[in-house]
């Protein structure tokens, strides 16, 4: 079920061969050749995008299927988990260099899965196509479990594109470690004016036993102001301690044996200060920050363990180590000249994040703050550390209900989603193919070896490879992530996928297995990294140099018959639209006003969702939703969910008479039309009029009409599939974020950007120089 669910991901059909022979990776070369002479697939029709309007598939797009014999393609894993940007190899990098298109692997390794465990290897003792002989590097000739050099098709991984191993001991560089939960928590003046720290101990109280762990598991709470706070939880207490740190320049542990307690022996102390906490700091007039103090007491009390640490922040730390000044200038926000401060301002965090992950600690901030945080510098805490940022610009406990509803939806799924300690991940392929440049939050501990003090089913990590060798004596190459954890409940495990792909040697071959999706996630990472380390306009104009080089490669090296127009091959249709919609997007936009943290988050986000919802965030997906009908519906656990076509992101598309849901990943905008009909109104909204739709409606009412119960199914089932909570606003013409809405028409022209009609025109201009 899982696999149709994501707009713009869906399980992989194979472009229908027209001619219906085999593929051409099942003939020797020359026939291979002739068959595609005879027949174009559809992957390489020939598309005039200048004449071609609507392009956009009415239904998500499938990641493109590589060319392979059956028996091959059902070793690959699910696109969802690894996918690479060309599903054909090309023999060589000076092939690849004439194609002008990246070649790279997006992982989502970790992503919830039924996943086969395999105790040993003999349960696996199914013989594989000859093909596969060829793939098989030295290394995959050693069997970890029987731990002998052999027949490499007996092993596991190469018979299941996922698989699972229970580790042996040598595995191990010391016994498992238990789960360890450290909460860090900002009581400023500032963070008690939010009201978060109600939300934050009422869902920790609310999930506690859902905590992932054992008997061994730890937990320990750290609050900060212009002091450190410990809390002293030991058994046998009548209640908290807790214990002020003031010299924060000399950060010391108190009480360094009942910080960090037992959860199943300690749960009612941990359970009373969860009660208590608020309270405590009600009335506070502390308005300073030392986070900076605060991590690297955390540190301290994690390091002889290992763990993960939640750190909560609402202002920008302004005491002690790692104190930071405002570097935002509220009137540079619109500039359309290079923006400034992307990179961290002191290397504080970066320094003790990778302490942490020498010490398999993973720090994960949540930033929830109405002012300037400066989160290109605090990310890095996570960033290195394998950890994850959250982000809730101006949050508050009343004025912004959307944003707490959000935080504690988010916050459940975070206490209680899986979790993997003091992990590493190795992405090998076949000899002749290397990896140079990771995407993601981790360390890199040597030239292929991924630090990841935690790792969790919601991280995405890409990698950028070139062909270093010619693969002319091989037909496929394969990759393979292999992924070392342990469990939370103290197992050592190995889980490894596998992808297989074709070698060719034309570039026809190569442009027909491009995956425009994949190619435009990697760009996105890519442009992210040259914005930091060069300049933003720098990385614009290398996103637009990537959609007119591959298709002057095409147009100079594919086509066969030259004509007018802007020529794409279909499976590259989308990608000046993909290509645009980055530009427009919050990460890389000029000329509108974008705060500087909003920016840089969406940065960070480009490089760690997986591919799936990082798309989303590229380029949303708009329905209409007043006329929904159960035509075409998915029937989901007894729910009918409909399907409404996917419409294009222009104005032009929608109408004064109805409703629009806009599904941009991390936020959903659900726009009604000003003549919008009375029955939506009164039967999904519960309102009389448009004029009585309420100012700031983030829930739908739950009533008993078919017409409600079809729109909250839909916008349930979208919420569903995705591992963190969009919320959604209910938009007149008049709310503040109808401009958030219409910035994200990308196909329309604004002040500041080209419509998608005039970046086709411009591309063209390029490409015919």
């Keep these: 079920m899982q696999a149709a669910t994501q707009p713009y991901t869906q399980a992989p059909q194979p472009y229908q061969q027209p001619h219906g022979g085999p593929g051409p990776a099942q003939l020797s070369p020359s026939l291979a050749a002739m068959s595609l002479q005879s027949s174009t697939p559809e992957a390489l029709r020939v598309v005039n995008l200048l004449q071609e309007r609507n392009l956009l598939p009415p239904t998500p797009i499938p990641a493109p299927a590589p060319c392979l014999p059956q028996d091959l393609q059902k070793l690959n894993c699910n696109p969802e988990v690894f996918r690479c940007t060309l599903t054909s190899i090309p023999q060589t990098q000076s092939l690849l260099n004439k194609a002008k298109m990246p070649l790279g692997l997006l992982l989502h390794p970790f992503k919830d899965l039924s996943v086969n465990t395999s105790p040993s290897v003999s349960a696996y003792r199914k013989s594989i196509s000859h093909h596969c002989t060829l793939l098989f590097p030295e290394e995959f000739m050693y069997n970890p479990v029987s731990r002998s050099y052999g027949e490499p098709h ?146 301290k009390l994690l390091s002889p363990t290992g763990g993960r640490m939640s750190v909560f922040q609402t202002q920008l730390p302004n005491l002690g180590v790692g104190a930071l000044q405002s570097r935002e200038d509220p009137n540079q926000r619109a500039s359309a000249k290079d923006i400034q401060h992307l990179s961290p301002a002191t290397d504080f965090y970066k320094k003790l994040a990778l302490d942490c992950s020498g ?133 050592r495990r190995i889980r490894v996928h596998t992808l297989c792909l074709p070698v060719v040697s034309s570039l026809s071959d190569i442009f027909s297995g491009a995956d425009v999706q994949a190619i435009t996630g990697l760009l996105a990472c890519m442009a992210v990294d040259r914005s930091v380390t060069a300049s933003l306009s720098d990385a614009r104009d290398a996103m637009t140099n990537a959609a007119i080089d591959s298709l002057t490669s095409y147009r100079q090296s594919v086509l066969t018959i030259q004509q007018p127009g802007l020529l794409a091959p279909a499976c590259l249709r989308l990608f000046p639209l993909f290509i645009l919609a980055l530009l427009k997007q919050k990460a890389f936009r000029t000329g509108t006003s974008t705060r500087l943290d909003d920016r840089v988050f969406a940065m960070c986000q480009l490089k760690y969702q997986p591919l799936a919802y990082a798309m989303l965030m590229i380029h949303p997906a708009l329905y209409r939703v007043d006329d929904l009908t159960d035509e075409g519906a998915l029937n989901i656990n007894e729910r009918t969910i409909p399907q409404p076509r996917v419409l294009q992101l222009s104005v032009e598309k929608l109408s004064r008479e109805g409703a629009f849901l806009m599904d941009a990943g991390i936020v959903m905008y659900l726009w009604i039309g000003r003549n919008c009909h009375p029955n939506f109104l009164t039967q999904v909204l519960g309102v009389p009029s448009y004029a009585a739709v309420p100012d700031n409606l983030y829930l739908l009412p739950e009533l008993d009409t078919a017409e409600s119960q079809r729109t909250r199914a839909f916008i349930g089932w979208l919420r569903d599939q995705r591992p963190f909570y969009p919320s959604l606003h209910v938009i007149r013409d008049e709310s503040q974020l109808k401009a958030s809405f219409m910035q994200n028409m990308i196909e329309d022209r604004t002040e500041s950007a080209l419509s998608y009609y005039e970046f086709l025109l411009h591309l063209q201009q390029q490409i015919s120089k």
């Design 359 to 491: 010490q398999q600690v993973a720090v994960d901030l949540f930033l929830l703050s109405a002012q300037y945080c400066d989160l290109a510098s605090l990310g890095c805490i996570s960033r290195y550390s394998a950890g994850s940022v959250y982000y809730y610009p101006s949050y508050h406990h009343q004025h912004n209900p959307a944003q707490v509803e959000r935080f504690q939806k988010d916050l459940k799924r975070y206490l209680t989603r899986k979790i993997g300690f003091e992990a590493v991940m190795r992405i090998r392929c076949t000899k002749g193919l290397s990896i140079h440049t990771f995407h993601g939050n981790f360390f890199v501990r040597s030239t292929d070896l991924l630090s990841l003090p935690n790792v969790n089913p919601d991280a995405g990590f890409a990698v950028q490879m070139s062909i270093e060798e010619n693969l002319d004596e091989m037909q496929v190459v394969s990759f393979q992530a292999a992924l070392l954890y342990t469990s939370s409940k103290g197992e």
């Design 154 to 299: 007996k092993r596991p991984e190469v018979q299941n594109a996922t698989i699972e191993f229970i580790a042996p001991s040598e595995y191990m560089l010391r016994p498992p470690q238990p789960a360890v939960y450290l909460f860090v928590l900002d009581v400023s003046h500032n963070a008690v004016e939010t009201g978060y720290l109600n939300v934050f101990c009422q869902s920790l109280l609310e999930n506690i036993n859902a905590l992932p762990g054992d008997s061994r598991t730890k937990v320990g709470f750290i609050t900060f102001d212009s002091t450190i706070h410990f809390y002293n939880l030991q058994e046998g207490l009548s209640q908290p301690q807790m214990l002020i740190v003031s010299d924060i320049e000399d950060i010391f542990l108190p009480t360094p044996d009942s910080l960090l307690v037992n959860l199943n022996e300690c749960k009612e102390l941990v359970q009373d200060l969860l009660k208590s906490l608020p309270n405590l700091f009600e009335k506070t007039m502390e308005t300073q920050s030392a986070l900076g103090s605060a991590l690297q007491a955390a540190f």
